[in-house]
């Protein structure tokens, strides 16, 4: 990308001015680049300087400011250009950001001067292009705002060249006065989103809502009466296994999930504590979110782009996919600022419901975690973990830099502060890094590699799991795919400890943990994949191995997996069920402690 290029970005803007519509172009010039710049005539020059570093210089004309320009060690950092319309009762306000020598965002503001009282200035308009690597790749983003407002009604997505890729509406709850700060934004209680794609159609239509009437929402599904029939029994079935979603919210009212979720049944919704275990409304799980209270995904609109909607939400749908025996219970707001307080409420939550099973699709950076109300949520999550020994946590390895093709060694991280939960000392915790693949197939497991994504270490890592475009719910109904280890977190909780569980349910969770690590696929023992266990989940042979012990339940884990281990007719590529390669899997097993009780990051300080 050239800097020293003028460019010109035309913007059509259609706005409603008293009784008519008018319709203008602006055309306006980006090429501010100091040196080069010079003030035109008029123009006056004012500098300030904070710091050694940091130094802003202000543009003035006939009183008004034109322009500003933030320099970081004497390199451009941000850049304002401010233009009159006077006679449109406008003006915009464009600032270029940049990330060392490229610029990075360019976002224009447009303003309506005509108003008076309380807002003059009333922002009718915003864009902005987000450069990937060059100009060619730049995103653009329009948004516009309910009347009146700071508040943005319709925000478009274009491509490189142009193209409409995806247009959302939006509404905020009128009888709330709650508003949450994003991006140092004052957004609003927002409270519905409608996605459209490139053609118009609806992609998704996300509304917050605190409970669900089933039998109406799968009628309006056009859903067959006997299948309806089966899901409203399903939703009743308090024989199934409770698990926890720790993460940002789960859409409750989504036809593959509604009747999946939990529901606690001696508890309704009238802000009290009603089954005394000092939970106030834990009806679906709970919430950090002084509106909502409720475990549901939190809309928060950012600067750029479109909320981050499903997370939450396809973690759950991936940890229950085919599955009826599974009840989704939810923790809401797990990173937000507050959720230090939500934690202690979490404990309560699995305790006082006999949970046995979470996901942990996020990370806390005890480095960055220093000050403030966030700096004791590591903490608070290693003694939740800790004060939680009967529950197996389902934590995602998180995703890092890719160093030579195989991610990032946050063993490495180790002699710092470290990532939580992924370097936490626990027996009940297992870490799951993700694959290059979407699925499990027994015939292609030697073909699988590691995500470049995926964080890895022998210390902190267990196991590996797909993660790479895995599908399912997306908020506001239909499906969406996504790739990361918060995914391949579900996938294993699903298709290896929900499995196993089923196959045995007399297992500890040790003992599950202990399986799930040593029947794990291993390609070359003399060069594993970078996890503690050496490889990839594999499903059929720990459900084998679970089998084994539940008709030989005096007998240990090793004793069941090398037994399955021997039976196998034809050994996977690269292993063997040889005496002398069953020994030096032994050896392997050891050195890496797995199925011992005493912790391998036992010398370590936390």
């Known amino acids: 990308m050239s800097r020293s290029r003028n460019w010109i970005i035309v913007l059509l803007i259609t706005f409603v001015m008293g009784s008519g519509c008018t319709s203008y172009q602006l055309a306006v010039s980006t090429h501010i680049d100091p040196p080069n710049f010079r003030p035109s005539a008029g123009i006056m020059e004012a500098s300030t300087s904070t710091s050694p570093n940091l130094s ?16 970081w060690n004497n390199q451009p950092w941000e850049r304002t250009l401010i233009e009159y319309h006077d006679e449109l009762s406008l003006y915009s306000v464009q600032t270029m950001v ?38 060619a790749n730049a995103l ?3 948004d516009t705002y309910w009347p009146n407002t700071s508040l943005v009604k319709e925000r478009q997505l274009f491509d490189a060249s142009g193209g409409l890729q995806a247009t959302a509406i939006f509404e905020y709850d009128p009888d709330s006065s709650h508003h949450r700060l994003d991006d140092n934004e004052e957004m609003g209680a927002l409270n519905r989103m409608t996605l459209f794609n490139e053609e118009g159609e609806i992609v998704s239509d996300y509304r917050e809502t605190t409970d669900v009437n089933l039998q109406k929402l799968y009628a309006n599904h056009s859903l067959p009466f006997s299948e309806i029939d089966r ?64 475990p549901v995904q939190d809309l928060r609109l950012p600067r750029y ?39 202690s409420q979490v404990q309560k939550l699995i305790n006082s419901h006999g949970v046995r099973y979470t996901t942990m699709s996020f990370i806390f950076d ?9 700096a004791q949520r590591p903490h608070q999550l290693d003694q939740l973990i800790r ?43 297992l870490v799951v890094g993700a694959l290059e693949t979407d699925r499990l197939e027994f015939q292609n497991l030697p073909t699988y590699r590691l995500a470049d994504f995926s964080n890895v270490g022998e210390l902190s890592v267990d196991i590996l799991a797909p993660g790479s475009m895995l599908c399912g719910a997306r908020m506001g109904g239909g499906t969406v795919c996504e790739s990361g280890t918060s995914f391949a977190a579900p996938y294993l909780l699903n298709h290896g400890v929900l499995s196993v569980a089923e196959a045995n349910p007399n297992l500890t969770i040790h003992e599950i943990k202990e399986i799930l690590m040593k029947t794990a696929y291993i390609p070359d023992l003399d ?80």
């Not at 802003?56 to 320099?71: A, H, Q, S, W």
């Not at 195989?406 to 502060?417: L, P, T």
């Open 56 to 71: 802003e210089r202000t543009f003035y004309r006939n009183g008004r400011i034109t322009g500003k320009l933030v320099l």
């Open 366 to 374: 005890r480095q960055l975690l220093t000050m403030g109300a966030g």
């Open 231 to 294: 899901r409203l029994r399903l939703s009743q079935d308090d024989s199934r296994t409770p698990v926890l979603i720790m993460d940002g919210g789960i859409d409750i009212s989504h036809p593959d999930l509604a009747h999946k979720m939990w529901r606690n049944p001696r508890e309704v919704s009238n802000g009290k504590d009603d089954d005394g275990n000092g939970l106030v409304d834990d009806i679906y799980g709970i919430s950090d979110n002084p509106r909502l209270g409720h």
């Open 140 to 142: 653009r983003q329009v």
């Open 387 to 429: 004060n939680t020994p009967h529950t197996l946590h389902v934590a995602a390895a998180g995703n890092g830099a890719p160093i030579n093709g195989k991610g990032f060694n946050v063993d490495r991280y180790r002699q710092e502060k470290g990532l939580v939960p992924v370097m936490l000392p626990h027996d009940n915790l």
């Open 305 to 343: 782009g479109l909320p981050r909607l499903s997370h939450g939400t396809l973690v759950a749908s991936i940890a229950a996919q085919g599955r009826d025996d599974v009840a989704i219970m939810a923790a809401s707001e797990i990173t937000t600022i507050n959720s230090s307080a939500l934690l």
């Open 98 to 135: 940049y990330h060392g020598e490229k610029l990075a965002v360019v976002r224009k503001d447009l303003f309506d001067t005509s108003g008076v009282g309380e807002q003059p200035d009333r922002k009718i308009e915003s864009w902005y292009y987000h450069y990937a690597k060059d100009r």
């Open 527 to 606: 060069d594993p994949f970078p996890v503690r266990s050496g490889g990839i989940l594999h499903p059929g042979r720990a459900v084998a191995a679970a089998r084994w012990m539940a008709a030989h339940p005096e007998q240990s884990v090793q004793t069941a997996v090398l037994t399955v281990r021997k039976a196998e007719i034809s050994p996977m590529q690269g292993e063997a069920n040889t005496p002398a390669y069953l020994k030096a899997l032994g050896a392997f097993w050891r050195l890496r402690r797995i199925g011992q009780t005493a912790t391998l990051h036992a010398n370590i300080k936390k």
